[in-house]
């Protein structure tokens, strides 16, 4: 496991060899980028959406966080990390796509599954909690149909894409561009086991890209 001398290491690789390579396409983003599209991920260590869509610097507008999930638009208290990126890419960068990218092993959603951190202390599991309480209504809903096994961690794994990407539209900016046609909003999941990436359907349905 990568310690930060490893880091420092692995910048200087980097540095001597894919910033060289690409030394034209890093001067063109020298003052400004424009993304289309913009990655709604985990901060889960094995899923960077750069790697999984093997993109070149500049081309996605990332914000990762606890099973990548988007809260609902609020003007009062204090989730407002997500709200921001978003309101950046969809208003002034104005991307034309916001993928919601779930995946398998979550931890997030195995601590929404669990409880476990229900009744922690802030800094000490309760900001988890507070966060992933936003599938609370999707896991009773599964946990009531699969109970809390596999196939129940699977289920609310694809829902946490879902769950995003209704509270995507409950922003101003979202809808409006969508009748527009000037945004398109994705749903992807990828799987840990097998590498493999599963794309959502109008329908909410996955499948093998």
Known sequence: MADFADLITGYRRFRQNGWSRQHERW?????AQSPRVMVIACSDSRVD????????PGEIFSVRNIANLV?????GGGRHGVSAALEFAVTQLEVPEVVVLGHGSCGGVAAAL????????????GFIDHWVDMLDEARDRIVAEYGTGPEAIRALELETVRVSLRNLRTFPCIPEREAAGTLKLRGAYFAIADGVLHVMDDDGNFAPA
């Open 27 to 31: 001067a063109q983003l020298r003052e």
């Open 114 to 125: 669990s409880k476990r951190f229900e009744g922690a202390a802030p800094g000490n599991g």
């Open 71 to 75: 809260p609902p638009f609020e003007l």
């Open 49 to 56: 959406p750069a790697q999984i869509f093997d993109a070149s």
